[in-house]
């Protein structure tokens, strides 16, 4: 894999040479760009944003190489790929050893503002909150499908 030429990418730049090179460790930034991680957001290349204020800080995530190990398969991961899952990552209540294995795949810290990083949460949230109402009305049309399957076979 060839360094990544929207920044100077000390992941991609240890792959290929199994070190970081001494240019690279000098002019490496101080943290990834929102506008960087937004660019590795696909199959090939899939970062993740995940953490908050209470644990440390968002920090940026390739977890590219994970993708076909992931118990809960690639496409949660792609859905967030370049984007900030941290909220989707706590919700779905991932065990400490996941948390362990998650360090393997750090980039670096992400380098935004607080303000970016409190709106970041925000859209998340309402993200979350359309996606938590869609399952509920198609649990409720679930149900509904059920009670009257369970109403017309008694009927019969």
């Known amino acids: 894999r060839r360094p990544c030429e929207a920044h100077l990418c000390r992941v991609h730049d240890r792959e290929a040479t199994g070190r970081m090179s001494e240019e690279t460790a000098e002019k490496k930034p101080s943290g990834l760009t929102l506008e960087e991680v937004a660019k590795h957001d696909n199959e090939k290349d899939c970062y993740l944003i995940i953490g908050n204020v209470n644990n440390g800080g968002p ?8 993708l076909d190990d992931h118990p809960g398969g690639a496409e949660v991961m792609l859905e967030m790929a370049g984007k ?23 980039v670096g810290a992400l380098d935004a503002t607080p303000e970016q990083i409190a709106e970041l949460g925000a859209s998340n949230a309402s993200i979350s909150a359309g996606g938590s109402g869609s399952l509920l ?14 109403f017309y076979y008694t009927q019969s």
């Open 84 to 106: 900030y899952a941290d909220d989707m990552f706590e919700d779905i209540g991932h065990s400490n050893e996941a948390r362990k294995q998650l360090k393997q795949f750090l």
């Open 137 to 150: 009305i198609g649990g409720l049309i679930g149900l509904v499908a059920i009670a009257l399957g369970a």
């Open 59 to 66: 920090m940026v995530y390739d977890v590219t190489s994970y």
